[in-house]
């Protein structure tokens, strides 16, 4: 379910900006200094992730308030200006904020719901400037009901078990396992 809206979002994304960005692809978490710099090689382009939610079900079912958010970033060695606006050689942010925010704004993902813009913001922070990128962040949220529990036969075969132990002291060496469990073949 989770993984069925990114791909919504990513899909949409894709749709509006065709080749004007080199990339329109999921991203693991916040911006931090890291995907910073993952993202400098692929500018323009836009990152979505998931933002987490916030319980809002009842005793029956629960319901998750989910925050998206659609990262842009772009970048010019003509400067910050150019780096929001664009110019005759690249897209600016803005450019892509125009395309993007009213493309995901209302996207309906069949069998969960719509997303609705919830807010933009403009994360200007220094080190940002220094790698020249600017960095804008577009968050949606949708409520979804989660589904019920699983029954155990609705899982895939629990195939292959790999583990790292700690046995003994801190001078000792881990002991790794690898068991292969045989599933019953079905006819």
């Given amino acids: ?3 069925k809206i990114e791909d919504a979002i990513i899909d949409r994304c ?4 065709g080749d004007r960005v080199k990339t329109v692809e ?10 910073l710099r ?5 500018v323009p382009g836009v990152f979505v992730a998931w933002g987490g939610a916030r319980g809002d ?4 079912q629960p319901a998750t308030q989910n925050r998206y958010v659609v990262y842009v970033v772009t970048g010019h060695a003509s400067g910050e200006r150019e780096r929001r606006r664009g110019n005759t050689r690249q897209v600016g942010a803005y450019e892509l ?6 493309a995901v704004h209302a996207l309906t993902v069949p069998d969960v719901g719509s997303l609705t813009l919830e807010s933009i913001d403009n994360l200007y922070a220094d080190h940002f400037d220094k790698e020249g990128v600017v960095v804008y962040a577009a968050a949606f949220r949708l409520k979804v009901l989660w589904p019920g529990a699983l029954s155990v036969n609705d899982l895939y075969p629990f195939e292959l078990y790999t583990g790292t132990h700690h046995v003994g002291g801190d001078d000792d060496p881990d002991t790794e396992s690898r068991v292969e469990l045989p599933q019953p073949q079905e006819d």
């Avoid at 894709?14 to 900006?17: D, E, G, P, Q, T």
């Avoid at 991203?27 to 995907?35: A, F, R, S, V």
């Avoid at 079900?57 to 029956?60: A, Q, S």
């Fill in 38 to 42: 993952a993202a400098l090689r692929k």
């Fill in 14 to 17: 894709k749709r509006v900006l």
């Fill in 97 to 102: 904020l125009e395309r993007v925010v009213p």
């Fill in 1 to 3: 379910m989770l993984a």
């Fill in 26 to 35: 999921d991203l693991p978490g916040k911006w931090n200094q890291k995907t």
């Fill in 57 to 60: 079900g009842d005793l029956v």
